[in-house]
């Protein structure tokens, strides 16, 4: 199975509050197959922008591989730590959950891999986690060895918020 990954997030407190306010968009790509979605529950403060290289995190079970073979209209769970980095070289951990029901009871499946030189920028206190409907994509998207070209990596990393106060 082959997975590739975009996340941009961004979450700061509300003035005079503890209360963090954040907004994120994933796009997830699986054996070629496009999904995305939005969310404005981070459970974190700073700011992302991670693009993963495709990774092979090899055979899956088949229950799991049925999951995560087609995630539209399905919600997601994703947990995603990474490294503080600038524009490249950045390592992320993700942890991808479906939950599904037996009985009466949830279970939950997942997939989770790590991925290296990762483009972007990533200034988190901790790791981001929130839980999405994802809706499909269109499959040409994921053949683009980049998503984020370098011009707009480089305009994105230059007007990222300062990361006082973050960790």
């Known amino acids: 199975m082959i997975v590739k990954l975009l996340f941009f ?3 700061v407190n509300i003035p005079s509050t503890t209360i963090g306010l954040g907004i994120g968009a ?3 790509w699986i054996d070629g197959a496009g999904f995305t979605s939005a969310t404005n529950d981070l459970g974190t403060l700073g700011y992302m922008l991670l693009e ?17 073979s087609n995630l539209h209209g399905q919600v997601v769970s994703y947990q995603i730590k990474t ?29 989770e891999f790590q991925a290296t030189d990762c483009r972007g920028i990533s200034v988190v206190s901790n790791p981001v986690n929130f839980s999405t409907e994802m ?12 998503i984020v070209a ?8 230059d007007a990222a918020p300062p990361t006082e106060g973050v960790g």
């Open 9 to 11: 997030g961004e979450a």
């Open 26 to 28: 994933v796009s997830v």
């Open 52 to 68: 993963t290289q495709e990774v092979d995190i090899g055979e899956p079970e088949p229950e799991v591989r049925d999951l995560f």
């Open 83 to 111: 490294n503080l980095f600038v524009r490249s070289g950045g390592i992320a951990r993700i942890t991808m959950t479906r939950s599904v029901e037996q009985d009466g009871v949830l279970l939950d499946k997942s997939i």
């Open 150 to 157: 370098d011009d707009d990596l480089i305009a994105i990393v």
């Open 135 to 146: 809706l499909q994509l269109e499959r040409s998207v994921a053949s683009l060895d980049e």
